[in-house]
């Protein structure tokens, strides 16, 4: 078990013998050496970070896969789809934090770097620690360290600190709530505890999940959404925000949702949380289904909106996740991805409209792993959906 803690690093020197001079190097947490003698025997990986998507997803991704695979990945253009490319801070932590779980080596490793090449050697369970020193969201640190820590030689303990609720990522109620339950059907188990919300500008939050290594994970279908049974929900305020604006977020939501659905009762509670790093407000709107597929409409305050308008916008947002029919909401999607790629079997999930950060993940997948997905559209009176197939690589954990 080993104890890392990984802030940022602005290191400028350059590898010129590896790489000709176009890669800043950022510190190195492990010796070239130690890197080589762990990995393992598998072929390097090129990526071109504009494509698709062209943002941070191909990097969590790519680096997540490098680590369980064992092949060195090297990603050029990172970023270049996004007004301000190369890496962020919040990018950075995460490849740090990946660079220690797996012993590797991080080529590339400072913020506005174009260029990277993270080279992995054995991932280990141990006590980690990544801040973004921003607001960068906790929740994308998840998203590439979770992966990873499944493939350890035991459990992981993460202390990731930044943003909790973020724009451009999942809240982390979310991450408990709707990708929890589901990713655990693949096998998976890890706790998440919120020790403290964190919001932009400043961040300041924190949150601690445990993870247990695992052999293998199995396969998922998921093809009959069912009907919806239960809606429910959190409006929150934090910091000098008066609690009155979560209760009127809340009301507002449940006003937008029952004029859709009258048949099921929408229970939003409006909470003030206590345990946090600066102001914020937020909310999460939930939907369950009788077959266990769960659904999410979230919205963040931003200076000028009205609680009116928060409310509504996830109100929306959760109708129109389940107006589709299928099993999966547009931002579940892509983050089930590399577990249908890793899973020994094929896994059907039924979605609607394929976003084009799944389909970025589906190419960092099929090039990075031996996985095989087919997207095919499903029409009929109702719905228009789409069953994602993955016939995955099987990864089995050497470490265990």
């Known amino acids: 078990m080993r104890g890392i803690t990984i802030g940022l690093s602005r290191a400028g020197s350059y590898v010129a013998k590896l790489f000709g001079g176009r890669f800043p190097s950022g510190k190195l947490g492990k010796s070239k050496q130690a890197a080589r003698q762990g990995q393992m025997d598998s072929p390097p990986v090129e990526l071109d970070g504009s494509v698709m998507e062209g943002g941070g997803q191909i990097l969590r991704v790519a680096a997540a896969l490098s680590c369980i695979s064992g092949s060195s990945v090297t990603i050029s253009k990172v970023r270049a789809g996004r007004s301000t490319p190369g890496l962020r801070p919040q990018h950075l932590t995460g490849l740090q934090l990946l660079r220690e779980m797996c012993a590797g080596v991080l080529q590339g490793g400072a913020v506005g770097s174009a260029d990277i090449r993270l080279t992995p050697s054995k991932i280990a369970a141990g006590n980690y620690t990544a801040d ?3 607001a960068g969201s906790v929740c994308l640190l998840l998203q590439a360290a979770l992966p990873c820590a499944l493939y350890a030689d035991g459990v992981s303990n993460l202390c990731l600190r930044g ?8 809240q982390i109620d979310y991450t408990i709530k709707v990708f929890k339950p589901v990713v655990e059907k693949f096998g998976v188990h890890f706790d998440c505890d919120v020790t403290v919300r964190g919001f932009y500008p400043k961040g300041g939050g924190e949150v601690r999940a445990t993870v247990r290594a695992l052999k293998e994970l199995r396969p998922v279908t998921m093809l009959d959404r069912g009907i919806i049974c239960k809606i429910h929900g959190r409006a929150y305020t934090a910091g000098v925000l008066p609690f009155k604006l979560a209760r009127d977020t809340a009301a507002a939501a449940a006003r937008t949702i029952r004029r859709q659905i009258r048949e099921l009762d929408v229970d939003i509670q409006a909470v003030r949380e206590d345990k946090a790093f600066g102001n914020g407000n937020g909310i999460i709107v939930i939907a369950e289904s009788s077959t266990g597929c769960l659904f999410a409409g979230s919205a963040l305050g931003k200076r000028g909106a009205s609680a009116d308008k928060i409310g509504t916008e996830a109100a929306e947002m959760l109708l129109d996740n389940i107006g589709h029919g299928g099993c999966v909401d547009q931002f579940l999607q892509d983050q089930l991805i590399i577990f249908m790629a890793l899973a020994k079997g094929t896994s059907r999930i039924r979605t609607g409209a394929v976003t084009l ?9 099929q090039q990075m792993t031996q996985a095989k997905f087919t997207i ?7 719905n228009v959906n ?15």
């Open 132 to 134: 973004t020193r921003t």
């Open 163 to 170: 943003g909790t609720d973020a724009e451009m990522a999942p």
């Open 357 to 365: 950060h799944t389909r970025t993940a589906i190419h960092v997948a």
């Open 376 to 382: 095919t559209k499903c029409e009929d009176e109702l």
């Open 386 to 400: 789409y069953i994602v197939e993955c016939e995955g690589s099987g990864v089995t954990n050497p470490n265990l």
